[in-house]
């Protein structure tokens, strides 16, 4: 599985943005759920879409409803290894 470290890396995220020790609950594979309902744009579009609330949440000063979004983009690219940067398409 991808690390939060990694995720976080991803987004952009500085260390001061992250909060570590955070196990997926029934809530943030509901919320993946909601995202996945796009998938058909592609895995790279719903990547994309997650990051883009997740920074949205950090910039209206939400941390905590940012770090549910760097848990779900967690268990997506774990999910969809090929919405990796990098990765294979």
């Known amino acids: 599985m991808i690390t939060v ?4 890396a991803f ?8 909060i570590l020790g955070v196990s997926p609950s029934a809530g943030h594979h509901s919320l993946l759920s909601s995202y996945l ?23 209206l000063g939400a941390p905590q409803r940012a770090a549910d979004l760097l848990i779900v983009l967690r268990l997506f690219l774990s999910d969809f290894p090929q919405a990796r940067c990098g990765a294979p398409a």
């Open 37 to 59: 309902l796009n998938l058909s744009r592609g895995p790279a579009a719903v990547r994309d879409m997650i990051v883009a609330d997740l920074r949205a949440f950090l910039d």
């Open 11 to 18: 987004a952009g995220l500085g260390s001061d943005e992250t």
């Open 5 to 8: 470290a990694q995720c976080a």
